[in-house]
């Protein structure tokens, strides 16, 4: 289980960090500026779930298979952009991988530290959410999660079919796959049609208040 955790956990750093670079590279930032797009989408969210559960240092500054990922793979969107926007809305479909990856091994990586059941959804939602909110923050926009279809709850909804079946003893590969897969199409599902939560009421004209 371990390994797999492992393994969840560089394969969601990965397309995390290609989510982020090809942004950057959207926004015509100069190399630097798509690498540090990649390591804080890859990255921020792992690093304040593994501080908060005392895992320090963070596996994202002292395993060498991090930066290693993340560096690759924002120099591959660097390079090879154009061939990478071919495929249909790429960073949202790897946004959406790297959502639903981050969600259940974080989630796994909580109860691993005992965490209990309630709360590791929520790191492990954390960890899915964290860096897509940093990406946004560093490109001055409104992070994704505050606004746009059914982000956080699919990461929710992952992470807690990981944590249900943690309390009723199933067999822990199938069931972190079923939650991976439960938030990857809810997702997908909700930016095909339009799902999301409801939204506040728009201030009336004129309204200045805070």
Do not use: N
């Not at 079923?178 to 930016?191: K, S």
Request: charged share 10%.
């Amino acid at each position: 289980m371990q390994s797999l955790i492992l393994h969840l956990d560089l394969i969601g750093t990965f397309v995390f960090a290609l989510s982020g670079a090809m942004l950057g590279v959207r926004h015509r930032l100069d190399l630097f500026g798509v690498l540090v797009l990649a390591f804080a989408t890859a990255s921020a969210g792992g690093i304040l779930r593994d501080l908060l559960i005392g895992a320090t240092p963070p596996a994202a500054l002292h395993d060498w298979r991090y930066p290693a990922i993340w560096i690759s793979a924002g120099l591959i969107a660097f390079a090879w952009s154009p061939w990478i926007e071919r495929l249909h809305q790429p960073v949202r479909i790897f946004d959406a991988l790297g959502l639903a990856v981050f969600a259940v091994a974080g989630t796994d990586k909580a109860l691993g530290a005992g965490i209990g059941p309630l709360m590791a959804p929520c790191l492990g939602m954390l960890s899915g959410i964290g860096g897509g909110m940093l990406r946004d923050v560093l490109l001055a926009r409104v992070p994704l999660v505050l606004h746009a279809e059914l982000y956080a709850i699919a990461a929710l909804a992952g992470a807690s079919v990981v944590a249900i079946g943690s309390v009723l003893q199933l067999p822990p590969v199938p069931v972190t796959v079923a939650g991976a897969a439960l938030c990857f199409c809810l997702r997908l599902a909700a930016l095909r049609y339009g799902w999301h939560l409801p939204k506040a009421l728009q201030a009336p004209p004129g309204d200045d208040a805070a």
